[in-house]
């Protein structure tokens, strides 16, 4: 078995809008982990986020995910990671399938594993005809987790996974990032909803002014505490990206 590190961060320095919004990060995961990252606004945690999935450029420091050294070949990683992001990379004007058809396809993905995934995002049969435009914000996000699942990433790279979701949207997250992690993906995400993603993760990493600061194992013991009210939440309805 691989224990080379999915993510390996020395001294990582990224620039967005003239501001270095990381300015030294130091961060290793190992393969199979689930790592949440944890921090106030401003703190660098979409920028860690995108600079993994190779979409930022490293300025200064060394940085290599799924072995791949972001500083020459940035591009090489993209196919093999899932960016879950803020804004959707949906078309519009495109229905529900026909968005999951030509993100499976640009990915090297099959049709029916496209469908299989809206099927396990339970996405209605009678929104997939339907323009994305024409999607309620929850469903919009279902269809963006749908694409990315059916990617299946080494590594998922989440950026508020639980936002714009119901109740069971939210637990159907947290079940999908378990089933990454058992089937061997690496899990990287970010959030503010920390009862429930600390549930989730097995390590939590604190970033502040664009540095780690602080990077913990979760104690199981509040793990289980935290699952017993997590699972409670009753919020509704952001965007995402495959």
Known sequence: MDTSPVVDLRGVVAVVDRFPALAGVDLRVGPGEVVLVRGPNGAGKTTLLRLCAGLLPVVDGRATVLGVDLTTSARDVRR??????HATFLYAELSVL????????????????????????????????????ALSTGQRRRVSLAVTVARRPELWLLDEPHAGLDASGRDLVDALVDEAAVAGATVLFASHELERAEAVA??????????VTDDDAVDDDAVDDATDVTHSDDLEEVEGAP
């Open 80 to 85: 093999r990671v899932g960016l879950l992001g």
């Open 98 to 133: 026909e968005n999951a058809r030509f993100w499976a396809r640009a990915t090297g993905v099959s049709d029916g594993d496209a469908v299989a995934a809206l099927d396990r995002l339970e996405v209605p049969a009678r929104v997939r005809d339907l323009p994305v435009r």
């Open 202 to 211: 097995r390590r939590v990493v604190t970033l502040s002014g664009g540095v």
